[in-house]
């Protein structure tokens, strides 16, 4: 019964000597949680005022909607939970800094375990009745305004478990950060070491990765932090913020939870262990145990000299020399500063050489294993044996994903998804030729996402140029393009059915026309393009151009299209018979006149002692002139001539060598069109030629080496 009774005595006293942080912990959370409510609720209703084309049943959902944004995941609230489970515990075993405190608690007849007890449950009573009471405040304003569904409450309830799991995780770093020091700056230096100290590493090392391997990506697979709760907020609170429902937020937040439950019992067991050993005389120290500075020093020069490197090579464009020579001084500069602060004498610069030394060379290891890839993240190809299945992304194709809830998702997601190539061996051979080979010596350089799957159950991103020039990559491209895996992988209507009653409109465009399409003949035409696209491969998208487009445009906006070559036989007898399809080429009859820019680009390339252009620079600004303060000139002067073409007969010939700019493949040589040329089409009002009548002109390129000699002529530069 004594002890009872000094357990709640000690309790009590202890919250009377914490009362400003009663204040702040109460008003803070009551404040935010009552005017994010009105907030964002007053926002709707005000739309609704305005917009009188919302529904009851809209503008319901939106106030539901508001109130979730408010009192659940919002992005205001973890800051404030991160502030308040630092300062709560700092200030809770504050006394720990003063050594004349520390004796009068010491000469109090409480047990050290019980004093631990009470601050530590105290500080969490202080922050979950400043929560309750905030969220029952915004709880009330909401309900008042009939905002308040079992939806939002279920949101409530998750939000509150992992706000207060937050909360646990920061209270228990701090504590732990106290223990191991005994000053409060030191204390702050150390809290903050610890909640960031994962993601600055990530930070650096992903830095360093994209900087020294040339095969890096995150196409596929994003490394990020594993145990920052501070990162976790970042990354995941608005996924957690537009989950549709609180059961979509409990599968996104519950695994984060569990995550958390066991860093903050680490945490707690290593504080709790801390304090049990600390002695009275750590008072007023920077560590409170010396074994932890040489630790703490390592730890810290570390990533502090390869941030120093690592921005030093960026300013320095590249320069590695200045960069190990950055980190080691930096290394120097940290191991000095810290040694200072655990000793608070200036005289300690050059204390215990032995662990600056450690940093020092720690700093230079990471440095070599980037530098010369000496774990081989370059070099490594899996044997064929060890491969489940292969993702591959080959530049030269875009379009739009989304899921079965109509949202945005990107390319690499649907691959990533979809495609499970188990024929491995093309990819590989394009790995063991490429690779490692320079990209400056082939003659079309493009790039490859590639997904390794191993049996093991790991997964490997790798990118890598390869040369699309290269007869044995175009052979193994074929042999990928034209599998069935592939297609599926890359093609959203080869792998899934998109329901009819989401499609709004279907056209058809060569680009120019704009044939409408009747949306119950969706499925008839994507069968008929399925059949042709049995031919598709890399020789197809290579050699050709697309001849048009058909595009689905679906409920929010979202649309896709599928590309139509001149071989596609049943898509194009599908499209006459619907009365669609126009020819790639126009009549010259239907258009009015063309209208041709010629940039001449070559009086723009940097002038050199190489450089065919350079007796340009020397003849129009004489020696004296520096050729690169002549080039800078030169780039704001605008070499472009126009030239507009009325006569039939040369609007004829222009037609027979031009493209439209958004059909050209991407697949296509570097020379498959003359980029140095642009073209505007326009139509004659009155023709019948179904062109789309929101535009007045058209784009299109001239095909590589066919621009006609009198448009040539016509565009000729003349120097004044």
Not at 124 to 147: D, E, S, W
Not at 701 to 710: D, I, K, T
């Amino acid at each position: 019964m004594t002890s009872k009774n000094s357990f709640w005595a000690s309790s009590r006293e202890n919250h009377k000597r914490r009362i400003w942080v009663w204040i702040v912990a109460v008003l803070s959370q009551v404040l935010l949680y009552g005017a994010m409510t009105t907030i964002y609720l007053s926002r709707i209703k005000n739309q609704y005022a305005i917009r009188a084309f919302w529904t009851a049943e809209a503008f319901r959902n939106a106030m539901y909607q508001a109130a979730r944004d408010a009192l659940a995941f919002s992005d205001n609230l973890w800051p404030v939970v991160t502030f308040l489970g630092a300062v709560i515990a700092m200030q809770g075993f504050s006394y720990l800094y003063d050594r004349r405190k520390v004796d009068m608690y010491h000469s109090v007849p409480v047990s050290k375990k019980q004093r631990f007890v009470v601050i530590y449950i105290n500080g969490i009573i202080i922050y979950l009745t400043g929560n309750l009471l905030g969220l029952l405040t915004g709880t009330v304003i909401a309900a008042a305004q009939k905002a308040v569904n079992v939806d939002v409450l279920a949101n409530e309830g998750l939000a509150f478990v992992w706000n207060f799991l937050l909360f646990l995780v920061i209270y228990h770093a701090m504590i732990l950060a106290v223990m191991l020091t005994g000053s409060r700056f030191v204390t702050l230096c150390m809290f903050g070491v610890f909640v960031t100290y994962e993601m600055m590493a990530y930070w650096i090392l992903e830095s360093m990765k994209w900087s020294f391997f040339k095969t890096a990506t995150g196409f596929y697979l994003h490394t990020n932090p594993k145990v920052s709760p501070l990162y976790d907020c970042m990354n995941v609170g608005l996924e957690l913020k537009n989950a549709s429902d609180a059961a979509v937020a409990a599968r996104i937040c519950l695994p984060i939870c569990g995550k958390w439950i066991l860093i903050a019992a680490v945490l707690f067991a290593a504080a709790y262990f801390c304090y049990r050993k600390r002695q009275s005389e750590a008072a007023g120290k920077a560590i409170a145990y010396h074994v932890v500075e040489p630790i703490v020093k390592i730890a810290v020069v570390i990533p502090a000299g390869l941030i120093v490197g690592m921005v030093v090579l960026e300013t320095s464009y590249n320069n590695e020399m200045l960069m190990v020579i950055g980190m080691l001084v930096g290394g120097v500069i940290f191991c000095a500063a810290l040694e200072v602060l655990f000793a608070f004498d200036i005289k300690s610069l050059f204390k215990h050489l032995w662990s600056g030394g450690i940093a020092l060379a720690g700093i230079l290891v990471v440095f070599c294993i980037y530098k010369w890839d000496i774990f081989g993240y370059d070099s490594y190809i899996p044997k064929e044996n060890e491969i489940e299945s292969i993702a591959i992304s080959v530049s030269g194709y875009y379009d739009n994903y989304w899921n079965d809830n109509f949202e945005y998702i990107s390319l690499a997601d649907f691959e990533k998804e979809h495609m499970f190539l188990t024929d491995t061996e093309p990819v590989l051979a394009l790995a063991r030729k490429f690779q490692m080979a320079d990209a400056e010596q082939m003659a079309d350089a493009r790039s490859v996402q590639v997904l390794y799957r191993l049996q093991s159950g790991r997964q490997v991103n790798r990118s890598f140029m390869i040369d699309y020039a290269d007869k044995d990559a175009q052979t193994q491209l074929n042999r990928i393009m034209v599998s069935e895996a592939y297609k599926k992988g890359i093609f959203q209507y080869m792998t899934e059915e998109l329901s009819l009653d989401k499609l709004m409109r279907v056209t058809y465009s060569n680009g120019a026309a704009q044939a409408a399409i009747a949306v119950e003949e969706a499925d008839r035409l994507k069968e008929a393009w399925k059949k042709d696209m049995e031919q598709y491969d890399f020789t197809l998208v290579r050699e050709n151009h697309p001849c048009g487009q058909i595009n689905f445009q679906y409920v929010n906006y979202m649309s896709n299209y599928l590309l139509v070559y001149e071989g596609f036989e049943n898509t194009i007898a599908c499209l006459q018979e619907l009365e669609a399809y126009y020819p790639v080429k126009l009549n010259a009859a239907d258009i009015d006149y063309i209208t041709v820019t010629n940039y001449h680009n070559e009086l723009t390339e940097p002038a050199n002692m190489e450089d065919p252009g350079y007796d340009f620079y020397r003849e129009a600004y004489g020696p004296a002139v520096a050729l690169d303060t002549a080039y800078e000139e030169d780039l704001y002067v605008d070499y472009s001539v126009r030239e507009t073409f009325y006569d039939e007969a040369q609007i004829a010939e222009i037609l027979e060598n031009i493209h439209p700019i958004w059909m050209v493949s991407e697949f296509a040589d570097r020379d498959a069109t003359e980029d140095n040329y642009s073209v505007e089409v326009v139509f004659k009002k009155d023709t019948s030629y179904p062109y789309e009548r929101d535009s007045y002109y058209f784009n299109y390129y001239f095909l590589g080496g066919q621009v006609p000699e009198f448009v040539v002529e016509a565009t000729a530069y003349e120097a004044e």
